[in-house]
């Protein structure tokens, strides 16, 4: 492989994992702890879009890590270099690299769900009573 | 396409239409129902996070070929892409746990 090659790649990939795996963990980290001492200050009456916030922060947050670490990503690049798909020993190969794909897939549905979620609570939870400062009922 | 994995049309369902049409809905009831600045911060992340994968898919980078300059041009978009991606969910998520305003306190009586 041609040096610079390798550099470019190695460079793009560390990007993209600091990018799109630890950064989005952060967020979710982030707005996870927030959440949770936001609505142990509120109580419970935040109760039911604390909880959609929290799960969607968890899927928007760890399934590029899942994707990361998981034992499919390896196979998810067998096919990029033009390896034959469908002959002899490459098949083998090609199935995991079908594997891969879909596993892909199904990451990407969990992302979007999680992204719905968190969007949900974003638009619809707001509004909600806060306590007031004269120690009132909300 | 490739043969066994999943169509096409399902990674651009996922990808593309079903984040634009999460950011859509968002953005419609957003305006609909919250005042302020929190409004704008959600809309920003929400257009953000909902145009980008259509943008990336229409591109042309996107079918860029893998010889050398076209596959740094297709990395370097693919991490501008991230990045992009990353300040909206930020940003949707900021809007989330802030934008909660508190009701105006009434007046006494």
């Known amino acids: 492989m041609d040096p610079l090659f390798g550099l470019v790649v190695y460079v793009s990939d560390g990007s993209r994992f600091v990018l799109g795996v630890l950064g989005t963990a952060a967020v979710a980290g982030a707005g996870a702890v927030a959440v949770l001492r936001r609505g142990r200050a509120v109580g419970s009456g935040s109760g039911r879009w604390r909880a959609v916030l929290l799960v969607g922060l968890a899927l928007a947050g760890l399934m590029p890590a899942l994707w990361w670490w998981g034992p499919w990503r390896p196979d998810a690049s067998l096919g990029y270099f033009g390896d034959d798909p469908v002959q002899g020993a490459g098949a083998e190969r090609y199935n995991a690299f079908v594997r891969a794909v879909w596993a892909s897939w199904w990451i990407s549905v969990a992302e979007l769900v999680g992204f719905a979620a968190v969007v949900a609570a974003a638009v619809l939870g707001r509004g909600r009573r806060m306590p007031r400062r004269d120690g009132g009922p909300p | ?109």
């Not at chain 2, 609909?32 to 980078?61: F, K, Y």
């Open chain 2, 1 to 109: 396409m490739i043969p066994g994995g999943p169509p096409e049309v399902a990674h651009l369902l996922v990808g593309v239409i079903g984040p634009a049409a999460v950011a859509l809905a968002g953005a419609v009831v957003a305006l609909r129902r919250s005042p302020g600045v929190w409004r704008t911060v959600l809309l920003t992340g929400l257009a953000v996070a909902g145009l980008v994968p259509a943008l990336w898919w229409l591109v042309s980078l996107m079918n860029s070929s893998l010889t050398f300059v076209p596959y740094v041009a297709y990395l370097c978009a693919s991490v501008l892409v991230s990045l992009a991606e990353l300040g909206a969910l930020a940003t949707v998520v900021t809007a989330a746990l802030l934008g909660r305003e508190p009701e105006p306190t009434r007046p006494p009586g």
